[in-house]
């Protein structure tokens, strides 16, 4: 069989990424300026009552608790002042920060894989912009507000560029490269720590196979790692040892949950069942991209107009979701988000078909390490976490997309490049807006799409409003309601015993007592919380105001209150209801949850609790 010829500069595909025909590419860029602008607008839209909550108090106060295994509160704390509290601009902040280091990532790679001779820099700028907007197939479950998830994924695009930059000597831009790469590890570290191991083992691999590794650059980046990391300790604890502390600690009463927190735990994949329809919406996608590509790949003129028209259909199959005109295309099921494999499988059979199997092997080393370090990366993202791995892997998806643009430079050499990736690229818009809309009509922990999210309520600071489900906004309504007519002032510690509410006592302007999120329905839910309110003065415990639920499914247990010399039935009386009229994901009950204050004086208070602490040591 004789194979396809490769792409000239003859070639409708080679007109296209070239001089020219832009009109394709200008549609590109548009597709990627709609999208942001897409995601950007319903940053307005929804909340989770419990993982957004948590975010979101972690970031308003991370002073207030001495024991983590994250630090991302502390990282994002600034910008959370610099917005003044306003939740939906610190959302739109956070992914335009995600685009911009995926967009500077690609950029460096399309650099590195070809001349400005072969890839100019305007379609390389809408190429990377196309790959760089698969960074936020992470709002297929549509958790926009920043947090421990996000700032790995940002500092391993950081990470990337660094790496891609880095050379054994030290010009300006392997300067940067390798500053770039100190800065990422730290940043991944304050993240998630097991995800900066994995990333520490995966750039001394790689700065090794590539020939870039020499002990002067690597000293420099080790040395501005650590001095960021012991500066973070100092602010955050005031030294190192209290900093150690927070994260030995942190780790200890984790385990005490009983929800998977074991590194015996942490090498493994999990399971992966593919419900029918997204099985074969990811079969007939691959073909069909990689058609387009071994399409624009033959000498015939009819083939390369075919391929055109289809790069357009593409274009616009985007443009409608952005638009609204395309809905509920795929299936909402738990691995939606893997479809972007739809991308780097499609490059791998453009390359075994379009080029010759024995020039396969011709490809540089450093080219294979890099292809191996982008195939890694998403492993590196969720390395550590407890969730199932093939879940949590797609939202840094975007390496395997980029994975996808390195194997697109390999088949054929010349000008043959861009041609090859433009199918790649539109079809990672193409995919990408699928799986956000997905998020967008399905949000994870809420009841309706965004879309149908019109009750508006005051979150954060002054003037920061959220759009939410009628449920949801009636149910925060009367959280902010009652603070209001009880006189509960901002700031005043509040102890949570939903297990699921932070979000509650963010929007009450509650001060959340021994966690960020006292979080309920685990084996050991109970005892994490007796043992984080151990660690509370009890000056705050005696302050605290308590929310409960007298009838759910994640309730800690009252009896954590006997911790500190408190009863609830003796030391509290109820000022509120709240009630929740609309189900949603995860709790099928209606909630009905209660504000009690302390009647007891705080001295009184006080005096017991440091009376039953004294009698347990």
């Known amino acids: 069989m004789k194979m396809p010829a490769p792409i000239s500069s003859n070639n409708i595909g080679s007109k296209v990424a070239g001089v020219g025909n832009t009109a394709l590419l200008a549609f590109s860029a548009l597709c990627s300026l709609s999208f942001m602008a897409w995601v950007l607008w319903f940053c307005q839209y929804g909340v989770d009552f419990r993982d957004e909550g948590f975010y979101l108090v972690w970031m308003a106060d991370p002073f207030k608790y001495d024991v983590s295994v994250t630090q991302f509160g502390f990282v994002y704390h600034p910008l959370f002042e610099l917005l003044r509290e306003n939740v939906a601009a610190i959302r739109q902040v956070n992914l335009l920060v995600t685009f911009a280091l995926a967009w500077a990532a690609g950029d460096r790679l399309l650099r590195e894989l070809a001349s400005p001779a072969v890839l100019q820099p305007f379609p390389r700028l809408v190429f990377a912009a196309a790959l760089a907007t698969s960074s936020l197939s992470f709002l297929h479950i549509w958790l926009p507000t920043p947090s421990y998830n996000w700032l790995v994924l940002q500092a391993l695009l950081i990470c990337l560029t660094g790496l891609l930059m880095a050379r054994r000597v030290l010009p300006r831009t392997s300067l940067v490269g390798w500053l770039l790469l100190a800065v990422g590890g730290w940043l991944a570290f304050m993240a998630k720590p097991t995800s900066a191991a994995g990333l520490a083992l995966c750039a001394l691999v790689y700065l090794a196979a590539s020939g870039k590794l020499a002990l002067r650059p690597l000293l420099l980046c080790t040395s501005v790692a650590v001095v ?40 493994r994949l999990g399971e992966l069942q593919l419900e029918p329809k997204t099985r074969n919406t990811l079969i007939l996608g691959t073909l069909a991209l990689a058609s387009l590509g071994i ?239 151990h660690r509370v003065s009890c000056a705050e415990l005696a302050r605290a105001w308590l929310l409960v639920q007298p009838v759910g499914t994640t309730n800690i247990s009252p009896s954590v209150l006997s911790s500190f010399g408190a009863d609830i039935e003796r030391d509290y009386e109820k000022v509120g209801t709240l009630v929740m009229f609309e189900k949603f994901s995860g709790y099928p009950e209606l909630w009905t949850q209660q504000v009690l204050k302390p009647i007891r004086t705080s001295e009184a208070a006080s005096g017991e609790c440091a009376a039953g602490r004294s009698m347990k040591k």
């Open 228 to 267: 960021l990391l012991l500066g973070s300790a100092w602010v955050i604890d005031g030294s190192v040892a209290a900093f150690i502390e927070r994260y030995r600690t942190g780790i200890a009463l984790a385990e005490l949950m009983g929800g998977g927190h074991k590194i015996s735990l942490f090498l």
């Open 295 to 533: 399409i624009a790949a033959t000498r015939i003129a009819a083939l390369g107009y075919l391929a055109y028209s289809g790069y357009w259909l593409v274009a616009m199959a985007t443009m409608a979701i952005v638009f609204g005109f395309a809905q509920k295309l795929l299936s909402t099921e738990y691995y939606r988000g893997l479809l972007l494999v739809i991308v780097p499988i499609a490059a791998l059979i453009l390359t075994l078909v379009v080029r010759r199997p024995r020039e396969i092997p011709d490809t540089r080393r450093s080219r294979w390490a890099l292809i191996l370090l982008l195939l890694v990366l998403p492993y590196v993202y969720v390395f550590g976490t407890v969730n199932n791995y093939w879940w949590q892997i797609s939202q840094a998806a975007v390496f395997w997309v980029l994975a996808g643009a390195v194997l697109a430079s390999s088949p054929v050499r010349g000008r043959a490049f861009p041609p090859m990736l433009l199918p790649l690229a539109l079809g990672a818009q193409l995919v990408t807006a699928a799986i956000v809309q997905t998020g967008i009509e399905a949000p994870y922990g809420q009841a309706i799409s965004l879309r149908e999210n019109s009750y508006e309520v005051g979150i954060g600071g002054s003037g920061s409003t959220l759009r939410l489900s009628p449920g949801f906004g009636a149910y925060l309504a009367q959280a902010a309601d009652v603070a209001q007519r009880v006189g509960f002032a901002k700031g005043t510690p509040m102890l949570d015993l939903t297990g699921r509410s932070p979000t509650t006592l963010y929007t009450m302007g509650a001060s959340n007592t021994g966690q960020a999120w006292m979080i309920g329905g685990y084996p050991g839910s109970d005892k994490l919380a007796a043992a984080m309110l």
